[in-house]
């Protein structure tokens, strides 16, 4: 595939399908561009993998309506398609369980969108809760306050929010409570009214946790619960609340299920690869004679 600029503008040269392609993916970088994205190579990879019908006849742009908010390095948009269906799963739903590997989006997306409903006011607070596997739950031998014991565990949230807010910004709100650090230790017995809660790396919760972060949600409040079913630190893996919660809860209405795979990695192109190898060497362990010996 041949593409020159002659005079300012661009011609694109080769076969019918891929020029086809090559024009539905400028046309989306495009878009993506004047909607003021902080456009990267993962946002080419995608528009790559995307089919070229489908790009075309929405001219070009993928994720149009998408928007969730404008952070400090330009729009926050779903970059594939499972993270579209995951937003507008957000959308729709006061619960939704998002299930996916590292790098997949379910923890930033989460939280690009309760940054946007605090931004407008439709909800007056984030609490933020993570399991602290590594202390136990039991974060009083740590030095510091509250904010210091847990921090370490937050800090991919924390990333999250000062790419999405702004550091200045997030500090305001941290300090009006506006933002809220809730280890699952310290929720019991709370009840979260119009506040967005996100409960990351849910797979180290237990079934008991589960339950108890889950009937935390008040009135005019959403719930996100974010983990990754292949990554759980548990002593049994067995006793992980989050699969346990969506076999049993995610045909309620009111509850939405996303499933993020490889194919959403918008990290490094070689993550999505290391994903699928150990996918594939767990797929082969179980279904392998040789190993249930």
Do not use: C
């Amino acid at each position: 595939m041949l593409i020159e600029t002659p005079g300012g503008g661009f011609a694109v040269e080769g076969e019918v399908r891929g020029k086809r392609l090559t024009l539905g993916v400028l046309a989306g970088l495009a878009g993506l561009y004047a909607q003021g994205a902080d456009v990267s190579e993962a946002d080419v990879r995608h528009l790559i993998q995307s089919s070229g019908a489908r790009m075309e006849a929405s001219g070009g742009k993928l994720m149009g309506d998408q928007t969730i908010i404008m952070g400090k390095k330009g729009a926050v948009l779903p970059k594939t398609e499972g993270q579209r269906a995951y937003f507008d799963q957000l959308k729709a739903y006061d619960l939704v369980f998002a299930l996916g590997p590292a790098g997949s989006g379910k923890t930033f997306m989460a939280v690009a969108h309760g940054a946007a409903l605090l931004q407008k006011g439709m909800v007056d607070r984030l609490v933020i809760a993570r399991p602290a596997v590594e202390a136990g739950e039991k974060l009083g031998f740590l030095p510091g306050d509250l904010h210091e014991k847990v921090d370490p565990y937050l800090a991919p949230i924390w990333q999250a929010l000062d790419d999405i807010l702004g550091a200045e910004v997030l500090k305001k709100r941290r300090e009006r409570l506006e933002i809220e650090v809730a280890p699952l230790a310290y929720m019991r017995g709370r009840t979260l009214n119009h506040a967005y809660i996100i409960v990351d790396e849910a797979q180290n919760t237990t079934k008991m946790q589960m339950k108890m972060v889950l009937t935390r949600l008040g009135e005019g409040a959403k719930m996100v619960v974010t983990g990754d079913p292949s990554q759980i630190d548990l002593p049994k893996i067995s006793d992980s609340g989050l699969a346990h919660a969506v076999r049993l809860l995610g045909d309620l209405k009111g509850v939405g299920v996303s499933t993020l795979t490889a194919q959403d990695i918008v990290r490094h192109e070689l993550v999505a690869r290391i994903v699928r190898a150990y996918d594939n060497e767990f797929s082969h362990a179980q279904t392998d004679p040789k190993d249930a010996q």
